[in-house]
C-alpha cells in the first residue's frame, strides 16, 4: 500500500514551452503532497507544499508563477513549468502524506525533465 | 532552519564489509528521521523510517539509530554487496510537516 506515482517519468520539451507533471496517490487518500527538485550531484530541494482545495505554499526562493502547483482532489496534485528554459531541468519529485496519517509521506518515482 | 550533514560524501568498500553512515542534524526537535536509497537518475526508495521517539529501527541487514538530543544517527550496513551501490540519503521532519533532505553519501560496494 501507499503507492505514489509520477507522470510522465522523463519529458524533453522546448524552451519556452510549458510542461505538466501529474502527481497520484494511488491507494490512499492525501490530504497534503509536496513537490521537490533534485539538481544533479546535490539534495532534495523542497519547492512547495500543496494541500488539498487550498493554494500551495512555495519556499523561498521559488517563483509561484513559473511552478504551477494544483492540487484539485485527494489523488491527484500537477506541477506546471511554465515557460521553461534550460535552467528549469532537473529530476521533480513529489511525495504524499495520508489523510490518517499525516506524519508519514511516501514519495514517488520521480519525474526527469530536459528543458533544450 | 535545519540543515542536514551526511558524512562521508562518498564511499568506497570491499563486498562483505560492514559499514557506517553518519547524518547529523541542527534542530533536535525533530518527529522523525528517514533513511533512503537513491539509484542513479530514479526516485527514492524508503528504508527506514525512526520516529523521535525510538532509538533504532532495523530491516534486514540495515540497522538505524538516532540520537536525537544529539541531532545524529547512523545508518550500519552489515555483510555489504555490490546491489547496495546506490546514493543514501537522510531525511528529517520538522515542523509543519516540512522535509529537509541530507548532502548524501555515494556508497560504491566493489565485487
Known amino acids: 500500500g501507499a503507492v505514489v506515482s509520477q507522470h510522465p517519468s522523463w519529458v524533453i520539451c522546448k524552451s519556452g514551452t510549458s510542461v505538466k507533471i501529474e502527481c497520484r496517490s494511488l491507494d490512499f487518500q492525501a490530504t497534503t503532497m509536496f513537490w521537490y527538485r533534485q539538481f544533479p550531484k546535490q539534495s532534495l530541494m523542497l519547492m512547495a507544499t500543496s494541500n488539498e482545495g487550498s493554494k500551495a505554499t512555495y519556499e523561498q526562493g521559488v517563483e509561484k508563477d513559473k511552478f504551477l502547483i494544483n492540487h484539485a482532489s485527494l489523488t491527484l496534485s500537477t506541477l506546471t513549468v511554465t515557460s521553461a528554459h534550460p535552467e528549469d531541468s532537473s529530476f521533480y519529485i513529489c511525495?504524499?502524506?495520508?489523510?490518517?496519517?499525516?506524519?508519514?509521506?511516501?514519495f514517488g518515482p520521480g519525474t526527469r525533465l530536459t528543458v533544450t | 532552519k535545519q540543515e542536514v550533514t551526511q558524512i562521508p560524501a562518498a564511499l568506497s568498500v570491499p563486498e562483505g564489509e560492514n559499514l557506517v553512515l553518519n547524518c547529523s542534524f541542527t534542530?533536535?526537535?525533530?518527529?522523525?528521521l528517514q533513511w533512503f536509497r537513491q539509484d542513479p537518475g530514479k526516485g527514492l526508495t524508503s528504508l527506514l523510517l525512526i520516529q523521535s521517539s525510538q532509538r533504532e529501527q532495523t530491516s534486514g541487514r540495515l540497522n538505524a539509530s538516532l540520537d536525537k538530543s544529539s541531532g545524529r544517527s547512523t545508518l550500519y550496513i552489515a555483510a555489504s554487496q555490490p546491489g547496495d551501490s546506490a546514493t543514501y540519503l537522510c531525511a528529517v521532519r520538522g515542523g509543519y510537516q516540512k522535509v529537509t533532505f541530507g548532502t548524501g553519501t555515494k556508497l560504491q560496494v566493489i565485487p
Open positions: 534542530d533536535s526537535a525533530i518527529y522523525n
Open positions: 511525495s504524499a502524506s495520508p489523510r490518517d496519517r499525516a506524519y508519514e509521506q511516501y
